[in-house]
């Protein structure tokens, strides 16, 4: 007989409601800048489905460490995750999907290359 306690307590989303993904690859200005660089570099001329965003050298949104963006649409994600998980070259990566919920999204529903990194979800408000 199946374990009552171990089944599903609130009901399956769709992943339809995925619009598309964004990995945020940190590094540290003055230490690993320079391989941000060129992975950069590398997901462009690999990927150029993928948008890749601005430097942030500063602490923007609920990121702990400088970052830039790469969006990417849902249907690169099974050739291109596999190839960053390869190929990030030590940097932490955060990769989660866009549903419109950013609180959900950078939390329960992120995957993490590399170091966990303690993100300040505050900046999306106070949850129920």
């Known amino acids: 007989m199946p ?6 307590t609130s009901p399956s989303r769709d ?6 993904y964004h990995a945020h ?17 590398r997901v462009g001329a690999a990927f ?3 948008k890749l965003g601005r430097w ?3 602490l923007v949104g609920p990121h702990p460490q400088s970052m830039f963006q790469i969006a990417f649409p849902v249907d690169m994600l099974a050739g291109f995750v596999p190839w960053l998980m390869l190929n990030r070259d030590g940097l932490t ?4 999907p866009e549903t419109g919920d950013d609180y959900t999204d950078h939390s329960a529903h992120a995957a993490w290359f590399g170091a966990v990194l303690p993100l300040r979800l505050d ?6």
């Open 25 to 41: 690859i940190y590094y540290d200005p003055a230490t690993t800048r320079a391989k941000a660089e060129r992975l950069r570099e």
């Open 48 to 50: 150029p489905g993928a």
């Open 15 to 20: 992943p339809g409601a995925i619009k598309d």
């Open 123 to 128: 900046v999306f408000g106070k949850r129920k």
């Open 3 to 8: 374990d009552k306690s171990s089944a599903p």
């Open 56 to 58: 942030h050298d500063e």
């Open 93 to 96: 990566v955060l990769l989660h």
